[in-house]
């Protein structure tokens, strides 16, 4: 029984006594992860045939961006923190200087990272871009030669 029929029997209903507006009170109630389930829930729903099709109201997520601070603080442990896996310490990395979003992040490969002389430089678009963090190289620069 999913966490939706379930709501529904503690609230006395059927699926087909469910109505848009108990649709929108369990939506308010519930967390954005059982937000998804309701989705995927209600569309077996409506392709079964067991409900008509309802409308679910936009999540809005009100994410506050990180100040500058706050950035300097997560990337400092991620530098130096060698209790996590030094993939996740360089994907953090590049998201918090670059503002990468992680679905490009874990599109790279090692072919994006270009290591010179004295610097690194990452590929993220058509123009490499330089690191701006000694530290990053020296991580990166292990990871690319295989060491840690």
């Known amino acids: 029984m999913t966490d939706v029929s379930a ?4 609230h006395g209903l059927t699926l087909d006594q469910c109505r848009q507006a108990e649709i929108d009170r ?3 109630e519930h967390h954005i992860h059982d937000r ?4 995927s829930f209600l569309l077996w729903c409506a392709a079964s045939r067991r409900t008509r099709r309802f409308e679910l109201p936009t999540a809005v997520i009100q994410a506050s961006p990180l100040g500058q601070q706050q950035r300097l603080s997560i990337l400092g442990q991620l530098l130096t923190s060698e209790d996590k896996a030094l993939r996740t310490r ?3 990395s590049i998201v918090l200087l670059y503002a990468q979003p992680l679905t490009r992040v874990v599109r790279l490969t090692l072919d ?5 002389d004295d610097q690194l430089l990452l590929r993220l678009g ?3 871009t330089q690191s701006p963090h000694p530290s990053l190289t020296c991580c990166c620069a292990g990871s690319r030669t295989g060491t840690t």
Do not use: F, K, M, S
């Open 90 to 92: 360089v994907a953090g």
């Open 126 to 128: 058509e123009t490499p």
């Open 112 to 116: 994006d990272v270009i290591q010179g």
């Open 26 to 28: 369990w939506h308010a």
């Open 7 to 10: 709501w529904l029997t503690e």
């Open 36 to 39: 998804r389930a309701l989705r």
